[in-house]
């Protein structure tokens, strides 16, 4: 009688136990792997919980020089979906990208739908374009459709629930950048100069009317020479530029050097390639709290530094 009870006992336990399996393998999300923080916070707030999102590049990484380990690579190939910024910004995977593209993958450019009269060329690279179009919001925002389509392939039956979140995500990300035009309007015409480390910002000149001098070029694979400082000490003083700023994922030595030749002000430290860590609260000067790990909280972080470094003090702006 025993024996019999152990062998109900085992039948059930199996029974459990495949059953507990069984409801693994239907509940089991799909695994998406981003590269940039920027398409990485896109797609996690698109996404939601429904998604396991993991992003290659952290707070600091410059996307230019990144260079995936095996592991990475590991994380790309066993990926259910990837999305990328393009534009060549992931210079040293990109013909990873493209291969697996090309062999079936679910591979996904969020820069994809931007209408290419819209994009702005590369001094350095002929033919290619400025890859930072994440500054100006009515170009970044094409990005949503591509990622609500990419994970609506993933998982169709949520593809509502991807729609809605992209669109909601759409209406904040333009509000953002209503507030930014408006910011921006406390800084007179005359101090729009925005000098930086390398050309990453020439999209935001475009949205919001600066004139925007990089010492390197949109690349930062190689470094600024003596004649490019020189230049930019000229230009600083010529112009009476105010303040002069570095980047979270460049070095500032060339910076920090021109600041001392040129005996201007560094204003502050502005996200360009990455942005900052996610969940870090910053309380803004309005008295407005953002997260510098999401766009929104970037581009508030970034007008901010400069509006504070360049505003005139009898210029003032409303927030929306």
């Known amino acids: 009688m025993q024996k019999k009870h152990y062998k109900l006992g085992m039948h059930a336990a199996l029974f459990v ?8 393998q239907v509940w089991a999300r799909p695994t998406v792997v981003t ?29 230019h020089l990144y260079k995936p380990s095996v592991r990475d690579v590991s994380k790309l ?18 013909d990873l990208l493209m291969k697996m593209g090309q062999r079936g993958g679910k591979v996904f450019a969020v820069t994809a739908n931007i ?20 500054f100006d919001a009515n170009l970044w925002v094409t990005g949503i459709d591509v990622v609500v389509a990419g994970l609506s392939e993933l998982d169709s039956e949520r593809a509502y629930l991807f729609a809605k979140r ?13 507030w930014a035009l408006q910011q921006v309007q406390r800084i007179p015409e005359s101090q729009r100069v925005l000098i930086t480390s390398h050309d990453a910002f020439s999209y935001f000149g475009r949205a919001f009317g600066f004139e925007v001098i990089g010492v390197q070029g949109i690349s930062t694979a190689s470094e600024a020479g003596l004649a ?15 303040a002069i700023f570095v980047e979270s994922s460049v070095s500032p030595a060339a910076i920090e050097r021109i600041s001392h030749d040129a005996d201007v ?15 870090q609260m910053v309380h803004g000067p309005d008295g407005d709290a953002y997260d510098t790990g ?27």
């Open 35 to 63: 590269t940039t923080t920027q398409v990485t916070d896109m797609v996690k707030e698109i996404a939601g919980d429904t998604i396991e999102v993991i992003g290659l590049m952290g707070p600091g990484v410059d996307p």
């Open 115 to 134: 209408p290419k009269d819209k994009l702005l060329g590369s001094r350095n690279y002929a033919g290619h374009a400025d890859p930072h179009v994440w």
């Open 17 to 24: 136990a495949l059953s507990l399996f069984g409801a693994a």
């Open 166 to 178: 992209g669109a909601e995500l759409r209406s904040r990300y333009l509000q953002v950048h209503a």
């Open 228 to 242: 490019d400082v020189a230049h930019m000490v000229d230009i600083i003083k010529q112009r009476n530029v105010r």
């Open 77 to 94: 190939r066993g990926a259910d979906a990837v999305f990328y910024s393009g534009l060549m910004l992931e210079g040293r995977i990109a």
């Open 265 to 279: 002000q560094i204003g502050g430290e502005l996200f360009s390639d990455a942005m900052g860590t996610p969940g």
């Open 294 to 320: 999401t766009w929104e909280g970037m581009i508030r972080h970034n007008i901010y530094t400069l509006v504070g470094a360049l505003k005139s003090s009898d210029i003032t702006a409303k927030s929306p």
